[in-house]
């Protein structure tokens, strides 16, 4: 009975033990060590004396409706995002962009994680407030996680999906228990948690599942100042901002304001910059970095133009062909679409070479499959999966069709109009093919909401139509788009899905198949696919980096297997044009420009 008791009690007291035992951290790397160490004074990428005056002022193209990015509902204003730290809104900690993921404590001052992953928590600074003086608590913290799994957008559902619990454990420290301990990314990812303050919208009248215009609570460097609906949004800095002091804010958030002025017309928006209507731009245009920059502010030296080198990964861009309908089910139209699409010409013709052709989901980084057939470990993770997958995985990796970029792509379209002879589609009468035993007539639309892709869909639609494949293309506006999106009311459409250097959970909303059926997620594909569904966790799960560099290579394979994408382009470096005012670091990150939080006003 003695002994019963004992163990009873060693039962109930060892979870607490196990708890005590672990050490609170001020940051955590997701694999390794972190860059920074307890005591530094600053990242590497920010001028620490960097002056805290002046005005920015950008640009953004469409229109805006709400001032919440964390919904479904409504396209968001610039400069509020749904994720990390944002102009209006501190997360749990904030990442560094010299490293590939690392965590530092923002409103966390630490983090706490056992070895064995089966939960973690954060303890909250005791000056972490919001704008209007209230302290910031682990009910926040509570309050804003399970408002976003009940009222956001669907990204947080597979974000988050292995937590269980979460539990405000004292007043300043917050737990989150998970399912079981093999998601290694989930402790970070939680720690990207914006968030909200649950006395603010808990307040009577407000509604967090509806767009609103009305200025928000946050707790970041910056409030909202003013709005003037769906033309422009003025942030000021907040002098009372309670992180001004962090290390990880030193030299960061220097303008005291930031503005963001909406243009309907891309050409319009080029020549407001020009006339000096706003500040700075990232130019992602081919043509018109090399043409259109020829006016007197860049002659004179009043606009410094340069190209900024990253090592940024640069995912997959490229027409997506929706696997919801029935003509790209059949894997002989998509690659005989590939076919199609003369990239070698276009390149030359409308971005003067300037762009490489993307071969990868993971472009530009090494967690990209490789030349050849799969080998070494990749295989072996690929062989687990053999009776799932379709036996082109194992063959040499493929590459999107080239051509001699003359504009003769005869010998493409030949290969491309055997395909289909050969998979049963016949040339109708109107030169149209059709399947003749299913009826299925080759005939698409290609939806954009960027009239600057024309030039590259025309010449690509005219060889379809060579090959007997009738495709169209329309453009709308920003809000018709975004909601056909939502809706997966498209059969083609020009899309990026951006990687990070260390993947994870959001390839849940990528290519998951239960996101397949989910308004407003991101498996803009329409994959249903076991195979892909077990890579996808066994990425999540992995242990180490080499362990996730094989997984995310091995995913690779079978999407480029698949030819859901014809691929298009990316480029190695930021191009980015600024009128004199504005100073940036002489060291910038190797992920991101960082204009808002890293350049500043010259006096």
Aim: charged residues 25%; proline residues 6%; hydrophobic residues 35%.
């Amino acid at each position: 009975m003695v002994r019963y008791l004992a163990l009873l009690l060693c039962l109930f007291v060892s979870p607490a033990l196990a708890e005590s035992d672990v050490t609170p951290l001020p940051a955590i790397a997701m694999h390794g060590e972190v860059k920074y160490k307890d005591g530094f004074t600053h990242f590497d990428y920010v001028n620490p004396e960097a002056p805290k005056q002046g005005t920015l002022k950008l640009s953004a193209l469409g229109t805006f409706d709400s001032l919440n990015p964390f919904i479904v509902k409504g396209t968001p204003a610039s400069g509020v995002t749904f994720i990390g730290q944002s102009l209006l809104y501190d997360a749990l900690m904030e990442q560094s962009t010299d490293e590939p993921f690392s965590m530092y404590g923002l409103l966390a001052e630490t983090i706490e994680k056992p070895d064995d992953n089966t939960w973690v928590a954060f303890n909250l600074r005791p000056e972490a407030a919001w704008a209007d003086g209230k302290p910031i608590t682990a009910e926040d913290v509570v309050w804003t996680f399970n408002t976003l799994i009940e009222h956001g957008a669907p990204f947080f559902k597979a974000y988050y999906g292995d937590v269980t619990k979460v539990e405000a454990t004292s007043e300043r420290r917050v737990k989150f228990t998970f399912s079981n301990g093999d998601n290694a990314e989930l402790p970070l990812i939680l720690s990207q948690l914006a968030v909200l303050p649950k006395h603010y919208w808990t307040q009577d009248g407000k509604a967090f599942q509806e767009t609103s215009l009305e200025p928000p609570l946050g707790s970041g460097p910056y409030k909202v100042k003013s709005v003037t609906a769906g033309r422009s949004i003025t942030y000021e800095r907040n002098p009372d901002y309670w992180g001004k002091d962090l290390a990880i804010n030193r030299g960061r958030f220097n303008f005291g304001e930031i503005i963001f002025d909406y243009y309907k017309d891309g050409n319009v928006a080029l020549e407001a910059f020009f006339a000096g209507e706003y500040d700075y731009r990232t130019e992602n245009t081919a043509k018109l970095w090399e043409t259109g920059y020829d006016v007197t502010p860049v002659q004179d030296g009043r606009i410094t133009k340069e190209e900024l080198k990253h090592q940024r990964p640069q995912g997959m861009q490229g027409f997506f062909m929706n696997q919801r309908r029935a003509i790209f089910q059949d894997i002989a139209v998509r690659k005989a679409v590939a076919l199609a699409f003369d990239f070698d010409w276009s390149n030359k013709q409308f971005a003067y070479g300037a762009y490489k052709r993307s071969d990868s989901f993971f472009e530009n980084s090494e967690l990209a499959a490789e030349d050849g057939p799969p080998r070494g470990r990749v295989l072996e993770i690929l062989n687990q999966y053999k009776d799932k997958l379709d036996p082109a995985v194992f063959d040499p990796k493929p590459y999107p069709p080239k051509t001699d970029g003359s504009g003769n792509a005869r010998a493409n379209l030949r290969k491309a109009m055997q395909l289909l002879d050969e998979a049963g589609y016949k040339v109708g009468e109107d030169k149209i093919r059709v399947h003749e035993e299913t009826g299925q007539r080759l005939e698409f639309e290609i939806i954009e909401n960027n009239p600057m892709f024309e030039r590259w869909v025309l010449p690509f639609i005219a060889n379809l139509k060579r090959i007997g494949i009738d495709a169209s293309f329309r453009v709308l506006d920003p809000a018709q788009y975004q909601n056909r999106m939502n809706d997966f009311d498209y059969d083609m459409t020009v899309l990026s899905v951006a990687q990070s250097s260390s993947p994870g959970n959001e390839q849940r909303d990528f290519w998951a198949s239960f996101k397949a059926d989910i308004p407003g997620s991101r498996n803009y594909l329409g994959l249903k696919d076991p195979a892909i569904d077990a890579l996808i966790e066994d990425i999540i799960k992995a242990p180490n980096r080499d362990e996730l560099i094989y997984h995310c290579r091995a995913l690779d394979r079978v999407l480029l297997a698949g030819h859901y994408v014809v691929p298009q382009w990316h480029i190695d470096h930021f191009r980015v044009a600024y009128w004199s005012k504005l100073q940036r670091p002489e060291r910038t990150s190797p992920l991101t420009p960082g204009v808002t939080d890293t350049w500043w006003a010259k006096e």
